[in-house]
């Protein structure tokens, strides 16, 4: 009898071993697979083999250290975990990294986490079933943990450029992730560790998912504002180039391919029983202000041409455009014809327009959208009123004389 307790005995202090070492294994394991993500996802100083160089040894080093430690029992699993792995990755790592804010403590707090999930996960799982369910689960976990590292380049590789593009937004996830990691880290080890309490492994699951899920949800949450981001760039070098295709540069009214574009779309969707004008101005004498005062003044002429039908067609709805050096162009939508005379009277008297000691000569028709080609026959029409006018200014000009 006393022989037999001896057998059974040893058996149990053999199968203790041999269930420590499995278990120490599989947790050894998923500390390299940690480290190994942890240096696809970190950025860091400069891309040189003496930084990776520092980043293998020293990381070698932290795992002989907590194999030594546990192994030997100098201290607890999950103590030894926290001091010779934890703490030490965590300098290493922030020594070496690139980012030294946020971004780095929600990669190292996530991925801790996920070692420390992995590895309760897969304890418990192995002392419900006894020692072949956790070789099992070990061999699983490690299966797992390196098809992920081995397959997940693509992943990583977007985390990476996605720490790389998106600066703001990962102090509060910085705070939430930590506060995660230490209600993991307690309800793993604490009243008494996971491992001895499998009944509890449900709730633990749970609390992991839930930490999976709202890490997602933020990266989610950065990947949607990088793309805004993308698009708002986008946007903004469209409208930059929008802005040279059809605003004009010195007056920064629409010119001319913008007015042809416009045309053609009222032509195709405006009803044809529309009220439409169009308005031609043309500066008068323009050559003689570029011969006699150069071409700065008639810049300036220019521009304050433009600012003057800018502000007397603004609140009308009315477009302006520059088509030709001294030749501007307006397009009325329903606008009263009474009305647009007092605006056509208010510009030739503007001070702008005679700054400089000339005025503008003006003439403007309805555009009848049942005639073929509507815009070109009701500017030809305006531009012919335009040229009477000229005309009427230069006839009283030699009357004066």
């Known amino acids: 009898m006393k022989k037999f307790n001896i057998k059974r005995h040893e058996k149990e202090i053999k199968e203790k071993i041999m269930s420590h070492t499995i278990a120490l294994f599989s947790e050894v394991i998923v500390l390299v697979f940690n480290i190994l993500i942890f240096m696809k996802l970190m950025v860091p100083k400069k891309e040189s083999p003496i930084y990776y160089t520092l980043m293998y040894v020293g990381s070698a080093i932290i795992l002989i250290t907590f194999f030594a430690c546990t192994y030997f029992g100098i201290l607890p699993e999950a103590l030894g975990s926290f001091i010779c792995v934890t703490i030490p990755t965590f300098i290493l790592y922030f020594a070496l990294s690139k980012y030294k804010d946020f971004r780095f403590f929600v990669t190292f707090c996530f991925l801790d986490t996920i070692t420390l999930a992995i590895v309760a996960i897969s304890r418990c799982i192995g002392i419900i079933g006894g020692e072949i369910t956790e070789t099992i689960s070990s061999v699983l976990v490690c299966t797992i943990m390196f098809f992920v590292y081995f397959k997940g380049n693509g992943y990583f590789k977007r985390y990476r450029e996605l720490m790389s593009a998106v600066e703001d937004g ?20 604490y009243p ?33 504002k990088k793309r805004l981001s993308i698009l708002n760039e986008q946007l903004i070098e469209e409208k930059k180039w929008h802005k040279i295709a059809y605003v004009d540069a010195l007056t920064e009214v629409k010119n001319k391919m913008a007015y042809m574009e416009n045309v053609n779309n009222l032509e195709r969707n405006l009803p044809r029983d529309s009220r439409v004008s169009v308005i031609m101005i043309d500066i008068d004498n323009f050559k003689n202000v570029n011969d006699t005062m150069g071409h700065k003044s008639g810049d300036e002429l220019l521009k304050n041409v433009a600012t003057a039908l800018k502000r007397n067609f603004f609140d009308s709805g009315c477009v302006v455009y520059r088509v030709g050096g001294d030749e501007f162009v307006v397009i009325a939508l329903d606008i009263d014809p009474e009305f647009l005379k007092s605006i056509v009277d208010n510009i030739n008297e503007t001070k702008e327009s005679t700054a400089l000691g000339c005025s503008v000569s003006i003439g403007y028709s309805d555009v009848d959208l049942y005639e073929n080609n509507a815009f070109e026959r009701a500017l030809a029409r305006a531009d012919e009123k335009m040229y009477q006018m000229k005309e009427e200014k230069r006839y009283k000009k030699k009357s004066v004389l």
């Open 170 to 189: 990962w102090g509060i996830t910085a705070l939430s992730t930590a506060m995660i990691y230490i209600m993991l880290v307690l309800s793993a080890s």
């Open 192 to 224: 008494v560790p996971l491992i001895k309490r499998p009944e509890y492994l449900p709730v633990y699951v749970f609390m992991v998912l839930t930490v999976l899920s709202f890490h997602t949800t933020f990266l989610m949450n950065l990947l949607q």
